[in-house]
Each structure stands twice: as C-alpha cells, then as structure tokens.
C-alpha cells in the first residue's frame, strides 16, 4: 500500500507546473554539420547547461537546410556559417539580428599524390582551375551547406563551371563533411573542408592538406534568434541567454579553448569588429 501511495505521489509531482517547466528547460538550435561533426558542441554544451540549467538540442544539418528549419520555426536559434544566407534569413524577417560568433578557416585537401599538382599553393583560383583542367577527382558536398556555398563561390572567382564536369571527375554526394571527407579518402580526391571537422576526422588514408592560407578561404560563424513574432512558440529568454552566453567572455573562452591535439579549431571574434567580407 505504501508503494502505491509513493508511486501515487511521485507521478502527481510531476504535473506540477515547476516539476513540468523544469522538464521542459531546453532549447533546440540548427547548426551545421562543422560544429557538431569537430566536436566543438560537445566540448561548449555542457559547461553552457552547468551554468545555465538549460539544455541545448542540436539539429546539425547544412546551413542551408539550418536556416530552413530556423524559417519553419522548428528551431529557437540558428547558428550557422553562410554571411550572405545568413543576412538574407534576417533581411526576410525569420530571425536576427545577426552576431559574429567565431572563424576559423577552409582548406583544400586531397591524395598524396596530388595529380593536379597543388600542393603548397596559396592562390585557390589557381588550384581549381589546375583540378580542373587536370580533370582531376572533386568531392563536393553538393548539399546548400555553408561549405558549399563557399565552394561554389570559390569556382565562380576561379572562372570554372563544375557542373560541365558533374558525373565525371566533379562529384556531388548530397551529404555532410564526414561523409564527403570519407568519400574524398575512398576515391583519392580533392575535396573542400573547414579546418575544424578535417582535424576531428580519423580516416584520412592518402588525403593531405594542399591548398591553405588563401583570404577567401576564411569562414565566418553567425548566430540569430529566431522571431517569436512570427513564431510564438520560440523560447525567447533561454535562446537569447544561449547567446549572450557564446558571447560573452565565457563563452568565447570556451570556445577558444576547444583543442585537437594542441591544436585550436575555432577563434572567438565576437567583440571585434564586424568582418566585411
């Protein structure tokens, strides 16, 4: 009887309005597949949840697709890596403003080998066109991801259409950076990759940096609150705490102290000036 009692009581506990808020102390935030596949979130999350009580769910998708659930309102916070979509996604009302979080960088990594012959190059112009013109195996991402969009931009500067090569030696797989890293090992090909997920992967086989060091290769982080006004179910308050939490001093240093092997994948940037390009 005594049991029964307990259970009785204990269940009843939980509909009470603080057992059920406290509960539901979470937020969801779209991301990319860069913070969550180098294992920056897992390293920041838990000292953000110890301070805060709030949980952090992560949807990690492409930027593009981020910004889209961000847009459906499925998301509190979008936290992404797109300048020009990012800006686009406020400019539409979805969400903002927009603060510059942290960067670090692309590079171009492919076989030893390296038959296009770009190794050590630092002008990324020059190493596309050599890929090219050596029709030369290329992984894209194919998947309207930050990293994508970086890539396309990056064959536009260069003067090339790789679509003339789809199917051939430019080859889309639609998918995260793991997955395109993995593809890139397997078929000993060129691929484009921030510097941070390349750190985290294992199964790197022939595959070397190449190409690095190149100013358009810089790559931006921003964060956006979603709009409750067009939402009303977004968590105003814990989203907003969730960033100024990343970036205030703590959070960058968090942030900054995010290491593989010695080596730091991600530069806070938050109290400098905002970058122009």
């Given at each position: 009887m005594f049991r029964r009692l307990f259970l009785a009581a204990a269940a009843?506990?939980?509909l009470l309005p603080g057992a059920a808020s406290a509960q539901e102390r979470?937020?969801?935030?779209?991301?990319?597949?860069?913070?969550e596949q180098s294992g920056l979130f897992r390293h920041i999350l838990p000292i953000f949840t110890a301070e805060?009580?709030?949980t952090v769910r992560v949807v990690a998708l492409g930027t593009?697709?981020?910004?889209?659930?961000?847009?459906?309102?499925?998301?509190?916070?979008?936290?992404v890596h797109d300048r020009a979509a990012e800006e686009r996604?406020?400019?539409e009302g979805f969400g903002g403003p927009r603060r510059h979080v942290m960067?670090?960088?692309?590079?171009?990594?492919?076989p030893a080998a390296d038959p296009a012959r770009v190794a050590g190059l630092r002008d990324t112009n020059d190493a596309l066109r050599r890929v090219a013109q050596a029709r030369a195996p290329f992984i894209s991402r194919g998947d309207r991801s930050g990293t994508h969009a970086a890539e396309l931009r990056l064959w536009q500067l260069a003067g090339v259409d790789p679509a003339t090569g789809r199917g051939q030696w430019y080859r889309e797989v639609g998918q995260g950076m793991g997955p395109a890293l993995n593809t890139a090992a397997a078929q000993n090909a060129y691929v484009l990759t921030d510097r941070g997920t390349w750190l985290s992967?294992?199964?790197?086989?022939e595959l070397r940096i190449l190409v690095e060091g190149d100013a358009r290769l810089f790559n931006q982080y921003g964060v956006m609150l979603v709009n409750a006004q067009r939402h009303p179910h977004v968590k105003v308050a814990d989203g907003q705490r969730f960033i100024d939490w990343i970036l205030s001093p703590a959070g960058q240093r968090a942030i900054a102290s995010y290491q593989i092997n010695g080596e730091q994948l991600f530069f806070p940037n938050a109290t400098q000036p905002e970058p122009t390009s």
């Open positions: 009843a506990a939980l979470f937020i969801t935030v779209a991301s990319t597949t860069s913070t805060s009580g709030i593009g697709q981020a910004l889209d659930v961000g847009r459906r309102g499925d998301a509190d916070v979008v936290f996604f406020v400019a960067f670090n960088d692309f590079v171009i990594v492919g992967f294992r199964n790197r086989q």
